[in-house]
């Protein structure tokens, strides 16, 4: 029954393309309790039928905009969804908090410190190869999400953190393609992408997507890298017209080889980012 019901929580979390960590959020909302006594690991055990909610059905059914009845009830089977980015992320999740976390406490101080970093390595990569550089972008990007995983802060600073988390990748990921680890350079992106969307971050998970479809198209992949063009674009579906067309032109760029395809491209960015200017 567990797993029923999870498979029923994911299914209208998905419908609302909300992240396990805000659905979290509207749980503790609708059941009027401050903080947040369940986080997305709580959610991640009710959807994989690791623990039933029990007290907390009828809360997520409201939160959710569902009765309790749809979500303890068994459905149907239905047509098999089409791929999400969710789909290209990592099988174990490394960027899963602790549960009895040790580090020391961090604030935005520590974010912004971490902002000059991926800065300066945005500006290192201009002009040093990607050899020279995959070894400290590594460091620094396992560094984040150790802090991440142990430190204690605020839910506005993990957020921070996970977007930063999300640059690193992206940098990082560029760095180890340059240098021909490509394996390396994937799961680095998947990482990112992860972290982007935990962060509800669509157009850095749109951009770091891009970069992922670039490498795949580098490699030989090329259908893969168009099936996650698709999810890119359905998932930016809730963005603001200049986010969703920035988000559609990095994955575009990262397919196309031939100077006139990407020329196109530009244009129709240049064109669809006036949309939200109306």
Not at 262 to 270: D, S
Request: glycine letters at 8%; a positive charge.
């Amino acid at each position: 029954m567990s797993s029923e019901i999870g498979a029923n929580i994911r299914r209208e979390r998905d419908r609302l393309r909300w992240s396990q960590a805000r659905l979290a959020r509207e749980v503790c909302r609708a059941a009027g309790i401050a903080g947040e006594p369940v986080g997305r690991q709580e959610v991640s055990r009710w959807e994989t039928g690791k623990r039933t909610p029990r007290e907390w059905l009828p809360f997520l059914a409201a939160a959710l905009g569902v009765t309790v009845d749809t979500l303890s009830t068994p459905q149907k089977p239905a047509v098999p969804p089409l791929p999400t980015l969710a789909d290209f992320l990592p099988e174990e999740d490394p960027l899963s908090p602790l549960e009895s976390r040790t580090g020391r406490r961090v604030g935005i101080g520590t974010v912004d410190e971490l902002q000059q970093r991926v800065h300066g390595l945005r500006l290192a990569d201009d002009v040093l190869a990607g050899g020279d550089l995959i070894r400290p972008a590594l460091r620094d990007l396992r560094r984040v999400v150790k802090l991440y995983r142990e430190s204690t802060h605020t839910s506005d600073v993990g957020w921070q953190l996970l977007r930063q988390i999300g640059e690193l990748a992206q940098i990082a990921g560029w760095i180890a393609s340059d240098a021909g680890q490509h394996e390396e350079a994937e799961r680095i992106y998947r990482l990112g992408i992860s972290a982007a969307r935990q962060a509800e971050d669509h157009t850095l998970a749109g951009n770091l997507a891009g970069s992922l479809a670039y490498q795949m198209s580098n490699t030989g992949r090329e259908a893969e890298g168009l099936i996650l063009a698709q999810a890119a674009f359905r998932d930016s579906q809730a963005e603001a017209p200049r986010k969703r067309a920035r988000c559609i032109w990095t994955v575009w760029r990262g397919l196309t080889r031939k100077p006139e395809e990407r020329r196109t491209g530009n244009r129709l960015y240049a064109r669809w980012g006036k949309l939200d200017k109306l």
